[in-house]
Antibody, heavy 128, light 111 residues
Framework: EVQLVESGGGLVKPGGSLRLSCAVS????????MSWVRQAPGKGLEWVGR??????????DYAAPVKGRFTISRDDSKNTLYLQMNSLKTEDTAVYYC???????????????????WGKGTTVTVSS | QSVLTQPPSASGTPGQRVTISCSGS????????VNWYQQLPGTAPKLLIY???QRPSGVPDRFSGSKSGTSASLAISGLQSEDEADYYC????????????FGTGTKVTVL
């Protein structure tokens, strides 16, 4: 069974830093693309970013609101995904979810990209 | 900021059919496939439909998805009380720095 378990959330002051972890099990992590998605209190879902597998270059992409402040990384030897969050703002307050990513081109040439399995999330509160 | 537009709410009685729309543009829905996620109260989102109309294993066949042009729809037939949840559409976006975008979300209420 695929399991994703996030940790590292908490209360941090504006301008501070926090590192989230996502421990994975039940699948071959080093072949997987992974992503982070967040949800502010009472709001909708927001894609944070994605990291490709090392065999696919390990490329990372980020949503505009977090680019330059957040960094996604992975330790394939520990089956763990990370989200380093710096220069935190009050608007970064949210539940952060770790997800697996599926991606391919279908028979018609359309790009299929989706979040497959989700963790339960970890809560980050940025407040003075 | 969501670039896919959904109605904020939808409702129906048990057994009815409910449809949720998702409107996008040529850079997202028009050029890529659409996914749907279900979020039950107090829980993490769950993949409901991928690649426009594909159901992951375990998702009941009363849930179906479709896409036409720059819009997509999720239909729930034979509505059940346990379907009361938030539903989000999503798609890859080819715009510069857009990447993956979610819809605004629709709250489905079973009357």
């Amino acid at each position: 069974e695929v399991q994703l378990v996030e940790s590292g959330g908490g209360l941090v002051k504006p301008g501070g830093s926090l590192r989230l972890s996502c421990a994975v099990s039940g699948f071959t992590f080093n072949n997987a693309w992974m992503s982070w998605v967040r949800q502010a209190p009472g709001k909708g879902l927001e894609w944070v970013g994605r990291i490709k597998s090392e065999t696919d270059g390990g490329t990372r992409d980020y949503a505009a609101p977090v680019k330059g402040r957040f960094t996604i990384s992975r330790d394939d030897s520990k089956n763990t995904l990370y989200l380093q969050m710096n220069s935190l703002k009050t608007e970064d307050t949210a539940v952060y979810y770790c997800t697996t990513v599926r991606h391919y081109y279908d028979s018609s040439g359309y790009y299929v990209f989706y979040m497959d399995v989700w963790g339960k999330g970890t809560t980050v509160t940025v407040s003075s | 900021q969501s670039v896919l537009t959904q109605p904020p709410s939808a409702s129906g009685t048990p057994g009815q059919r409910v449809t949720i729309s998702c409107s996008g543009s040529s850079s997202n829905i028009g050029d890529n496939t659409v996914n749907w996620y279900q979020q039950l109260p107090g829980t993490a989102p769950k993949l409901l439909i991928y690649s426009n109309n594909q159901r992951p294993s375990g998702v009941p066949d009363r849930f179906s998805g479709s896409k036409s042009g720059t819009s997509a729809s999720l239909a729930i037939s034979g509505l059940q009380s346990e379907d009361e949840a938030d539903y989000y559409c999503a798609a890859w976006d080819d715009s510069l720095n857009a990447f993956y975008v979610f819809g605004t979300g629709t709250k489905v209420t079973v009357l």
